[in-house]
Nanobody, 112 residues
């Protein structure tokens, strides 16, 4: 069973940037897809971005395309989410996920 730990959240002003990191312990298999989700207060958890472990194929929610970038480092077993041009609507707890494993989440708050 993979265990995931997210880090890098915080408070940032609109237009600012943050880089989230998800560190995985255990084995991530070549065919696995790793996801970033987010959940804002009072809202359902939503897909943000995903990446396949073997061939680095990326997908994004339309609301973050062109602003967010997902990447992975196989040597370090990390999956990063670089977030630029942040908006108040991006405020949420961000979670990393692979199969049934979820991290504890990291809070991102975008506010002036």
């Amino acid at each position: 069973q993979v265990q995931l730990v997210e880090s890098g959240g915080g408070l940032v002003q609109p237009g600012g940037s943050l880089r989230l990191s998800c560190t995985a312990s255990g084995t991530i298999y070549a065919l696995d897809r790793i996801f970033w989700y987010r959940q804002a207060p009072g809202k359902v958890r939503e897909f943000v971005a995903s990446i396949t472990w073997r061939n680095n194929k990326k997908d994004y929610n339309d609301s973050v395309k062109g602003r967010f970038r997902i990447s992975r480092d196989a040597a370090k077993n990390t999956i990063d989410l670089e977030m630029n041009s942040l908006e108040p609507e991006d405020t949420a707890v961000y979670y990393c996920n692979v199969h049934s494993a979820w991290g504890q989440g990291t809070q991102v708050t975008v506010s002036s």
